[in-house]
């Protein structure tokens, strides 16, 4: 079914470090990744996101990489700043539409 | 992004009440999709239209109607038949389908009296 499994559903992080999220899909014709940050109370941004011709793509201090054989994609996020703290939500593309996981609350600690 | 508006911010439905959450976007995209946002939870998807005067059911779209007169506008109904409407509602466009980035509006929280 159309599915998509996201991990860590919480992530604390110390000022600097690095986190990672990881997200897997069900359908191996599953095309298109994006990942959405959402502060409280207002709306997902874009922040990044992968098509399935491409494994990795990088923007900054934000990465996604994409194994399409064990159908899972990561967002990395390097020296994490406080503003980084946020709910992060991946999705993918099944049809035309988008299923999205359940989100990590990502904390990043000055 | 500024292009999308969602109204109102805050919405109060009463018991047996249908309400109606407004969605305009001046981007001349296509698709327009609702979500619902519940705590704790991802988006769920309740119906997206692809062009005018077309839409499709999406996983949870009991309860809800919608209609796409316009291509700037895709308006919600939640109806009584909707036993827990108690959520962040997120309206969304993209120039085109699939692999087209959504850009969100700002959301309608509704809650019951």
């Known amino acids: 079914g159309e599915n998509v499994e996201q991990h860590p559903s919480t992530l604390s992080v110390q000022e600097g470090d690095s986190a990672v999220i990881k997200c897997t899909y069900s359908?191996?014709?599953?095309?298109?990744f994006p990942w959405y940050k959402q502060e409280l109370g207002k709306r997902p941004q874009l922040i990044i996101d992968?098509?399935?011709?491409?494994g990795e793509k990088k923007d900054q201090r934000i990465a996604v990489t994409l194994n399409k054989t064990a159908k899972h994609f990561s967002l990395h996020i390097t020296e994490t700043q406080p503003e980084d703290s946020a709910v992060y939500f991946c999705?993918?593309?099944?049809?035309?539409?988008?299923?999205f996981g359940a989100g990590t609350i990502l904390r990043v600690k000055s | 992004d500024g292009g999308i508006t969602q109204s109102p911010k805050y919405l109060f439905r009463k018991e047996g009440q249908n309400v109606t959450l407004s969605c305009e976007q001046n981007?001349?995209?296509?698709?327009m999709y609702w979500y619902r946002q519940d705590p704790g939870q991802g988006l769920r998807l309740i119906y997206y239209?692809?062009?005018?005067?077309?839409?499709q059911k999406g996983d949870i779209a009991e309860g809800y109607s919608v209609s796409r007169e316009k291509k700037e506008s895709f308006p919600l109904t939640v109806t009584s038949a909707q036993k827990n409407p108690t959520a962040f509602y997120l309206c969304?466009?993209?120039?085109?389908?699939?692999?087209?980035?959504?850009?969100f509006g700002d959301g309608t929280r509704l809650s019951i009296l």
């Open positions: 969304a466009s993209s120039i085109g389908q699939g692999e087209a980035p959504q850009h």
């Open positions: 359908d191996s014709a599953s095309n298109y």
């Open positions: 992968i098509r399935s011709n491409v």
């Open positions: 999705a993918a593309r099944y049809g035309n539409k988008l299923v």
């Open positions: 981007l001349n995209h296509d698709a």
């Open positions: 239209s692809q062009i005018v005067n077309d839409f």
